[in-house]
């Protein structure tokens, strides 16, 4: 099944009440590391999105995303904003003015996102950041491309699962936690965590 931007804005509803839930567990992960901000950060965030979905529906999947970019670079606090802003904004880039998104095309999309990150970030694997579940994430989805939308998700959601479990064993050589050095490990980075919640979110609603 493609991706229209119906089901790209259900999408960012269901995520939205994922990281919801999760909200008290994004923060006791970022009080462990850093300032303790990035369970509120993402849902306000996130609540903000359903909020301007609930006032404006975008007519392509490329809107939806850029709307979601444009409100978390406004909305949130921190590193969080600008890296997911920038990610969702690359990836509406790469959907152009497509109706519906197919299996390759998402697949490009989540490279694009991915690369967005990078470039404002500064980080690659094994810095111990939400790239640790970005890199495996897109590297499934990729070696997924033929097998459809739902698929591809999953196999990224996966991955991201595993990736940021890795960022436990890591010491952290970028953001707040790199200040602590090897006091920071044993504890998953938060925003890895908030990539893995997100994308398994994105791939149950596409089934």
Same mark, same amino acid.
């Given at each position: /099944?493609?991706? %229209?931007?119906? %089901? !790209?804005?259900?999408? *960012? #509803?269901?995520?939205?009440?994922?990281?919801? +839930?999760? #909200?008290?567990? *994004?923060?006791?992960?970022?009080?462990?590391?850093?300032?303790?901000?990035?369970?509120?950060? /993402?849902?306000? =965030?996130? $609540?903000?999105?359903?909020?301007?979905?609930?006032?404006?529906t975008p007519e392509t999947p490329a809107a939806v995303a850029k709307l979601a970019a444009t409100t978390l670079i406004s909305k949130v606090?921190?590193?969080?904003?600008?890296?997911?802003? $920038?990610?969702?904004? #690359?990836?509406?880039?790469?959907?152009?003015?497509?109706?519906?998104?197919?299996?390759?095309?998402?697949?490009?999309? !989540?490279? @694009?996102? !991915? +690369?967005?990150?990078?470039? &404002?970030?500064?980080?690659?694997? =094994?810095?111990? %950041? /939400?790239?640790?579940?970005?890199?495996?994430?897109?590297?499934?989805?990729?070696?997924?491309?033929?097998?459809?939308?739902?698929?591809?998700?999953?196999?990224?959601?996966?991955?991201?699962?595993?990736? @940021?479990?890795? %960022?436990?064993?890591?010491?952290?050589?970028?953001? &707040?936690?790199?200040?602590? =050095?090897? &006091?920071?490990?044993?504890? /998953?980075?938060?925003?890895? #965590?908030? $990539?893995?919640?997100? *994308?398994? @979110?994105?791939?149950?609603?596409?089934?």
């Amino acid at each position: /099944m493609a991706c %229209t931007a119906e %089901t !790209l804005a259900a999408a *960012l #509803r269901a995520a939205a009440a994922v990281i919801a +839930e999760h #909200r008290a567990e *994004l923060v006791d992960l970022d009080r462990a590391i850093g300032d303790a901000d990035h369970g509120e950060n /993402m849902d306000r =965030g996130f $609540t903000a999105i359903v909020s301007a979905l609930d006032s404006a529906t975008p007519e392509t999947p490329a809107a939806v995303a850029k709307l979601a970019a444009t409100t978390l670079i406004s909305k949130v606090g921190g590193a969080a904003g600008p890296l997911y802003g $920038t990610a969702f904004l #690359r990836a509406s880039v790469k959907l152009g003015d497509a109706a519906e998104v197919d299996g390759p095309l998402l697949v490009e999309a !989540l490279r @694009a996102a !991915l +690369e967005g990150v990078q470039a &404002r970030g500064k980080a690659v694997g =094994g810095d111990a %950041t /939400m790239v640790d579940a970005l890199i495996p994430a897109v590297s499934a989805a990729e070696g997924a491309s033929g097998d459809g939308v739902a698929a591809i998700l999953a196999a990224a959601a996966d991955a991201a699962d595993k990736g @940021a479990e890795s %960022t436990v064993d890591l010491v952290p050589r970028k953001g &707040r936690a790199s200040y602590l =050095g090897e &006091r920071a490990k044993g504890h /998953m980075d938060p925003g890895a #965590r908030s $990539t893995a919640l997100l *994308l398994r @979110a994105f791939a149950e609603a596409a089934q």
